[in-house]
């Protein structure tokens, strides 16, 4: 049965074509692969596919320190070794090296994730899906855990300005304690995070403890779960938890950070869950009918992050997909069996029936505690666009204000992708 929903779907090829470096976990790659896996069950001809404007240093510095922005902005691999101390203060390094076209890699995920918002706020689709977004780590004034600019509160910050309350539910495996942090003293954004803590793993944020402060107090939620935890134990918990929010909050529109590092088998991951369990989740989110922006988020086994992106497309757009994989560009990359499914993992499930309910009933009991959903006084609504005055000299031709303007979320027949009529070449060189 076809969707009813407009959706809406942000993709530029050059997002997949950067290179963290040859050790490094993260591979944007896998955004080619979800994107061609998408097309090759055809699923972009249910939706409407829009390539990102590149977000300005301003709209990033609605967040993010300008000195900041200003960094990522100059940076390259070939002066880095002239600023040793300004690496140090904004924690670039080896888990957030300095590579290639790196600022123009953050300003097209995060120009998704705010297009994506904007969509929403205009009410042009319904559910807008960016996957190369969902940098949850990104804080105010510096890099975390692969993420540099943070594509997710930019969006929030986007969708307050048309609603109230937002919520925000994040399934990737470790803590979403940027978006967390960002606001943490305010009642306009529920934060609810499931993730592994304890044993030291990253980011070590996310007790059941940290509940918000002062006006944000029990606004923020965490699920702390440990090791193996499987599909049905994980789906129960996220059901239970996520229907009393929405009915305690009544927020009016949902953020969802699908991380697909949660997956069983995931380089850097200890879930048990499989493709079936965690878009089970995006299904269950889907169903309140509310505007809905989703994002992606890690995901370290690229194969299985396309699978899982890519079936989650299909939920979002009602579409039940074979499980045999068609031929696309990347067929290989699904060897031996090039199915769609994949296998629950087998590590020991370290959550203990007994545990998880304790987890539930002080989840509950926190939710308890709030008496109804705030109001807000709406202020006249800022412009969507504020694009300062620039000193021509000192831009980039590339960057300038004429050529970004004209392609702000221009729907093109160039960027339908159909077998070999591709015409987006770039997105082709596998790294």
């Known amino acids: 049965m076809p969707s009813k929903d407009k ?14 470096g040859p050790n490094h976990p993260m591979k944007p790659h896998r955004l080619c692969m979800t994107h061609h896996l998408v097309l090759s069950y055809e699923l972009h001809k249910k939706m409407e596919i829009y390539r990102p404007h590149k977000a300005y240093p ?29 690496l140090a203060r904004y924690n670039l390094g080896e888990d957030c090296p300095v590579f290639e076209n790196l600022f123009e890699f953050c300003q097209i995920y995060a120009g998704g994730t705010i297009d994506a918002a904007r969509r ?15 940098l949850h780590h990104a804080k105010k004034c510096g890099a975390s855990g692969f993420c540099y600019i943070n594509d997710l509160v930019l969006g929030i910050l986007e969708l307050l300005k048309f609603h109230a309350r937002v919520l925000y539910i994040d399934i990737d495996i470790h803590h979403g304690d940027g978006v967390e942090e960002a606001f943490y003293f305010t009642d306009r954004v529920m934060t609810v995070s499931f993730h592994k803590y304890g044993d030291m793993f990253f980011p070590g944020t996310g007790d059941i403890k940290e509940i ?6 029990y606004y923020a939620i965490n699920v702390p779960l440990k090791d193996g935890i499987d599909d049905a134990s994980f789906t129960r918990l996220f059901k239970t938890i996520i229907a009393k929010v929405v009915e305690t909050y009544l927020p009016g529109v949902i953020v ?22 965690h878009s089970e989740c995006v299904k269950f989110v889907k169903k309140f009918n509310l505007p809905l922006l989703v994002t992606g988020g890690g995901g370290y086994t690229k194969e ?8 989650e497309t299909g939920v979002l757009l009602d579409t039940e997909l074979p499980n045999e994989i068609p031929d696309n560009e990347y067929i290989k990359y699904f060897s031996p069996d090039y ?4 296998q629950n993992g087998n590590i ?34 800022p412009p969507d666009f504020y694009i300062p005055d620039f000193d021509e000299d000192e831009q980039n031709p590339d960057e300038r204000v004429g050529q970004h303007t004209q392609d702000k979320q221009i729907q093109r027949d160039d960027e339908y992708y159909d077998g070999d009529n591709d015409n987006d070449h770039n997105m082709d060189d596998g790294l």
């Open 256 to 277: 969802l950070q699908c991380g697909a590092d949660s997956l069983a088998g995931d380089r850097l991951g200890c879930f048990n869950l499989s493709i079936e369990g």
């Open 304 to 311: 299985n992050v396309a699978r899982c992106w890519t079936v």
């Open 120 to 134: 929403l706020n205009h009410q042009l689709c319904d559910i807008a899906i960016n996957w190369a977004g969902g």
């Open 339 to 342: 199915t769609l499914k994949t």
């Open 58 to 86: 301003v709209e990033l510095a609605q967040f993010h320190s300008a000195d900041y922005v200003e960094f990522l902005h100059r940076i390259t691999p070939d002066t880095q070794h002239l600023f040793a101390d300004e």
């Open 348 to 381: 020991e499930n370290l959550n203990s029936k007994s545990y998880l309910s304790t987890i539930k009933v002080q989840v509950l009991e926190s939710l308890r505690c709030i008496q109804h959903a705030p109001s807000v006084q709406m202020q006249e609504v």
């Open 7 to 20: 959706i809406a779907y942000f993709y530029d090829g050059d997002v997949g074509n950067v290179y963290f």
């Open 212 to 217: 918000g402060e002062r006006e944000g107090k």
